[in-house]
């Protein structure tokens, strides 16, 4: 069965990076594209953009061009979310999601928490 | 972008009640519109893809309808395991958009 499996929640001051995983099992990684999605505490869904798990190349939401980034590592079925110079309102949770007519697959989601 | 509206935001309804979610696309989306269930600290649940298709293992009291700009998602003989926030989301053209949430209460 299709699984994506991510990275444990992140405590961080402003300023720093974070980076989450997302494991995907049950299927051929290239296959599907990989999602992002983020989901501010109390706040509605808000699609970040997306990776080509074919080619690798990353494509943003305009809201999130410049301090994040989207990359693979396609031996390990893996995909990546970095956030560099974070800020407080990147506190949220993240989720990675394929689309299989619709997002079928979710990730469990990831909690970063940005506190000085 | 395209902009999704999505009425009402919040609605209050007693269980055994048909209830109705609409979302208004600003462009036409043809077909390509999602909506998933998400409960509290629960991850987003797919319910229906391409307008009316009912995603695997969904129950069929709920569905959904529409076309071009105009959607609905109905649940029929509401449940208690129905409450939850409902979302919208178009899948036409980037930036995928979803939208503001439907906060589903019993009353």
């Known amino acids: 069965q299709i ?35 983020k989901q501010a505490p109390g706040k509605g869904l808000k699609w970040m953009g997306w990776i080509n798990t074919e080619t690798g190349e990353p494509t943003y939401a305009d809201d999130f061009k410049g301090r994040f980034a989207f990359s693979l590592e396609t031996s390990a079925s893996t995909a990546y ?15 990675c ?18 506190s000085a | 972008d395209i902009q999704m509206n999505q009425s009402p935001s919040s609605l209050s309804a007693s269980l055994g009640d048909t209830i109705t979610i609409t979302c208004h696309a600003s462009q ?41 700009t105009g959607f609905t998602l109905t649940i029929s003989s509401l449940q208690p395991e129905d409450i939850a926030t409902y979302y919208c ?8 958009t979803f939208g503001a949430g439907t906060k589903l209460e019993l009353k």
């Open chain 1, 3 to 37: 699984q994506l499996v991510q990275s444990g929640p992140e405590l961080k001051k402003p300023g720093e990076t974070v980076k989450i995983s997302c494991k995907a099992s049950g299927y051929t990684f290239t296959d599907y594209s990989m999602h992002w999605v």
């Open chain 1, 81 to 95: 979310l970095q956030i560099n110079n974070l800020k407080n309102e990147d506190t949220a949770t993240y989720f």
């Open chain 1, 97 to 114: 999601a394929i689309d299989y007519d619709g997002f079928a697959y979710w990730g469990q989601g990831t909690l970063v928490t940005v």
């Open chain 2, 28 to 68: 036409n989306i043809n077909v390509w519109l999602s909506w998933y269930q998400q409960k509290p600290g629960n991850i987003p649940k797919l319910l229906i893809y391409k307008a009316s298709n009912l995603h695997t293992g969904v129950p069929s009291r709920f569905s959904g309808s529409g076309s071009g």
């Open chain 2, 89 to 96: 989301q178009q899948g036409q053209s980037y930036p995928l």
